[in-house]
């Protein structure tokens, strides 16, 4: 098995890949113009094969030739950090006002190890390998981007398979692997609601229209609204996040508006449509009742489910099983209500993408500080086994094709 072969190699990359780790925590970069984070990836993949480089954001696509012909795997890396103040104390925090604190900087070491072990045995390759740097996955649609510039067709044909990895700093045991066919994570999008009302005195309400009273009705009735019109296997979940209203110097005034934002999680693709309907009559209903008028959009900016394929799934299990031991495989009884632009690319391209448990505190993982938060580390001993998982998954791949 090539993966068990790549992955005693990559224990020799540990600290290359620790320095690049490190490097691009230091200089990280929110959305899709990353021109540091670009110009330190190139730099690490010098030289490795074919780069192609897009003209609308910051990403990067490494073309690896095979010896001999065949199809076209994908792997993917995403690079862009999060508006986080770092908080963690590490030698090596960011002091730029971004943080890197769902681990993307682990994803690019992981993308440039796998990048190194392929093109160091591309004689035995039989086909094609394309890597992926893509920007803007928190939220700003980099996956699409590179998939409308056909950034996923440099070879000519379209990959046969997609794979992606994604660290966690929590909740997931270090060192494993894990995930599950099917849906994995969730569909994420927004919905944006206004209640105008007229203004008034705070003595007396009945002279006005009061948007606050609409607001929070309907807040609390979207919440009966995905208990009752939603199955429970199939669940939406709806977070309000923010609301505005009023001014918080003045208690004795009705004012004239008042909004709230949410974010829609779905996990099947019709569910969204059925949000959406809902909501709408509900919205528009309270508003009749309260005598206020009402704007929303619903479902705005949606992310795809990350619905892994079974098959590339199955080879997943069993290349980490057989690899690195039963024990590294932890299998997922359900997905999660995270999102991931992923979800795009496996639209596309059948494919899997995987959790690795990368916090370092081997007992309290459970509560360690998650992804996304200004405190998360990360255990960068789990960048040889990543690469290893990635560049071993597309030989597999391209010596599985071989044969039919």
């Excluded at 490795?48 to 897009?54: A, T």
């Excluded at 990368?358 to 255990?379: I, L, Q, R, V």
Aim: with cysteine; charged share 20%; hydrophobic share 40%.
């Amino acid at each position: 098995m090539f993966t068990r072969d790549f992955a005693a190699e990559a224990a020799g990359y540990q600290a290359v890949l620790t320095e690049i780790r490190r490097d691009l925590h230091q200089i990280p970069e929110f959305g899709i113009n990353l021109p540091k984070t670009r110009e330190r990836i190139l730099a690490s993949i010098h030289g490795l094969g074919e780069i192609h480089l897009s003209e609308r954001q910051s990403s990067i696509v490494l073309h690896i030739k095979g010896a001999l012909p065949g199809p076209t795997v994908l792997l993917r890396a995403d690079m862009d950090a999060l508006a986080v103040t770092e908080a963690t104390g590490l030698d090596f925090a960011s002091t730029n006002g971004y943080m890197h604190a769902c681990g993307h900087d682990l994803h690019m070491a992981i993308g440039i190890g796998a990048a190194h072990l392929i093109a160091t045995h591309k004689d035995k390759l039989k086909g094609d390998v394309i890597i992926w740097f893509q920007p803007g996955e928190e939220g700003h649609g980099g996956a699409d981007i590179m998939l409308e510039e056909n950034l996923h067709m440099v070879t000519g044909s379209k990959p046969i398979a997609a794979y992606g990895i994604h660290v966690t700093s929590s909740w997931q045991k270090p060192y494993t692997f894990g995930g599950k066919s099917g849906a994995l994570m969730a569909s994420a999008s927004d919905m944006k609601v206004t209640f105008k009302g007229r203004g008034g005195h705070g003595s007396s309400p009945w002279m006005a229209k009061d948007p606050i009273s609409a607001m929070t009705e309907a807040i609390s009735s979207l919440q009966t609204m995905v208990t009752k019109r939603f199955n429970a296997f199939d669940p939406v979940v709806i977070n309000v996040g923010w609301i505005r209203a009023g001014d918080d110097h003045t208690t004795n005034v009705i004012p004239e508006t008042a909004s709230f934002g949410a974010t829609i999680r779905t996990f099947s693709p019709g569910n969204l449509a059925k949000v959406q309907e809902h909501a709408s009559e509900l919205l528009d209903g309270i508003a009749k009742a309260f005598g206020v008028e009402v704007s929303y959009e619903i479902g705005s900016f949606p992310t795809e489910v990350v619905m892994n394929d079974p098959a590339a799934t199955d080879l997943v299990r069993k290349v980490v099983k057989e690899t690195f031991g039963e024990d590294r495989w932890m299998e997922w009884p359900h997905p999660i209500a995270g999102a991931e632009d992923f979800g795009s690319i496996v639209r596309e391209i059948p494919g899997a993408f995987i959790f690795l448990g990368a916090s370092p505190d081997k007992e309290g993982w459970m509560n360690a500080a998650p992804n996304h938060s200004n405190y998360a580390t990360f255990d960068e001993g789990v960048l040889p086994d990543g690469a290893a998982l990635l560049a071993g998954l597309a030989f597999e791949v391209l010596e599985a094709a071989s044969q039919n």
